[in-house]
């Protein structure tokens, strides 16, 4: 199955919630990895099954000592945990200081994460830039999602980290805006400013915001969950990028080009 990374140039646009959103609309099984650095959002804003709280030495730093003799679907959902709702997911480190307890794990975590066999990942990677730790996790993914809202400084970010990330990244790359539903003109001003870039962008949504339906996950929601724009969009968000996905990569079509005779490879 495949890995999505999702992250952030610059600010806090909505990584983790978007994260969060996708997760729990996600068509197939799932997993939601933390592999941002910073620390751990959902340990603090999300609760396990019945209202419990989240065991928050279970995650990326137990894993990183059990993983040593190897990774795989075991070990990863081992170190993993399930939210109220039943979304799977390992949770980041509990502050940055723990970083160095994982220094080894991301490039293996990456390739492990985009071959698991019983789940997509969506990979919360928080701020990305050339220096960062999880740069390798990014790298891995099939499909890499940079996360904006339609701010000038917001999407002037955006631009040079996209310039800079396209020569540290071959997947093929996507941008989400979080924007007021009704702010479409912001939105397509986004789409213009990307437009004017020589890096192919090959996907983009507009994901809403939305107080009310992010308050959800924030631990906060009251109401009807089902009924707010976030979830609407995110629905179609969610399905559009898991059929992405879950197409066979270029590569693995010339693979299988490669290997079978000609008019037997079908997409
Ligand atoms: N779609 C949205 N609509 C309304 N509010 C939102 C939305 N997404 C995020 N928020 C709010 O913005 C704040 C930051 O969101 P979030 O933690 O998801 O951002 P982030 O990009 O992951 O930030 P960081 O870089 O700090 O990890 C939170 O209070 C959250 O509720
Ligand atoms: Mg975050």
């Given at each position: 199955?495949?890995?999505?990374?999702?992250?952030?140039?610059?600010?806090?646009?909505?990584?983790?919630?978007?994260?969060?959103?996708?997760?729990?609309?996600?068509?197939?099984?799932?997993?939601?990895?933390?592999?941002?650095?910073?620390?751990?959002?959902?340990?603090?804003?999300?609760?396990?099954?019945?209202?419990?709280?989240?065991?928050?030495?279970?995650?990326?730093?137990?894993?990183?000592?059990?993983?040593?003799?190897?990774?795989?679907?075991?070990?990863?959902?081992?170190?993993?945990?399930?939210?109220?709702?039943?979304?799977?997911?390992?949770?980041?480190?509990?502050?940055?200081?723990?970083?160095?307890?994982?220094?080894?794990?991301?490039?293996?975590?990456?390739?492990?994460?985009?071959?698991?066999?019983?789940?997509?990942?969506?990979?919360?990677?928080?701020?990305?830039?050339?220096?960062?730790?999880?740069?390798?996790?990014?790298?891995?993914?099939?499909?890499?999602?940079?996360?904006?809202?339609?701010?000038?400084?917001?999407?002037?970010?955006?631009?040079?980290?996209?310039?800079?990330?396209?020569?540290?990244?071959?997947?093929?790359?996507?941008?989400?805006?979080?924007?007021?539903?009704?702010?479409?003109?912001?939105?397509?001003?986004?789409?213009?400013?990307?437009?004017?870039?020589?890096?192919?962008?090959?996907?983009?949504?507009?994901?809403?915001?939305?107080?009310?339906?992010?308050?959800?996950?924030?631990?906060?929601?009251?109401?009807?969950?089902?009924?707010?724009?976030?979830?609407?969009?995110?629905?179609?968000?969610?399905?559009?990028?898991?059929?992405?996905?879950?197409?066979?990569?270029?590569?693995?079509?010339?693979?299988?080009?490669?290997?079978?005779?000609?008019?037997?490879v079908r997409r």
């Open positions: 199955m495949a890995l999505v990374a999702l992250a952030s140039a610059k600010g806090s646009p909505g990584v983790t919630t978007a994260s969060l959103v996708l997760g729990a609309l996600w068509p197939r099984q799932v997993l939601l990895a933390e592999c941002d650095p910073a620390g751990s959002d959902v340990a603090i804003r999300m609760t396990a099954p019945g209202g419990q709280p989240l065991n928050s030495d279970r995650g990326l730093l137990s894993l990183a000592a059990a993983g040593r003799k190897g990774l795989g679907d075991e070990v990863i959902m081992a170190h993993s945990q399930q939210l109220d709702g039943g979304l799977d997911v390992m949770l980041g480190v509990r502050s940055p200081e723990q970083i160095g307890g994982i220094a080894g794990l991301w490039a293996p975590l990456g390739l492990t994460f985009n071959q698991m066999h019983s789940a997509d990942v969506l990979a919360d990677c928080g701020r990305i830039g050339p220096a960062s730790p999880q740069l390798p996790v990014v790298q891995a993914a099939r499909l890499v999602v940079l996360v904006c809202t339609a701010t000038g400084s917001s999407v002037a970010h955006l631009r040079e980290r996209l310039s800079s990330l396209v020569h540290h990244v071959d997947a093929r790359l996507a941008v989400m805006v979080v924007a007021d539903p009704k702010r479409r003109d912001g939105v397509k001003q986004v789409w213009s400013v990307l437009d004017a870039m020589s890096i192919q962008i090959h996907h983009r949504w507009h994901l809403a915001y939305d107080p009310v339906g992010a308050s959800f996950f924030d631990g906060r929601g009251h109401g009807r969950l089902e009924k707010t724009a976030l979830i609407r969009t995110g629905s179609e968000i969610a399905a559009d990028m898991a059929s992405i996905v879950g197409m066979p990569s270029q590569y693995e079509y010339d693979m299988a080009q490669a290997a079978f005779p000609e008019g037997e």
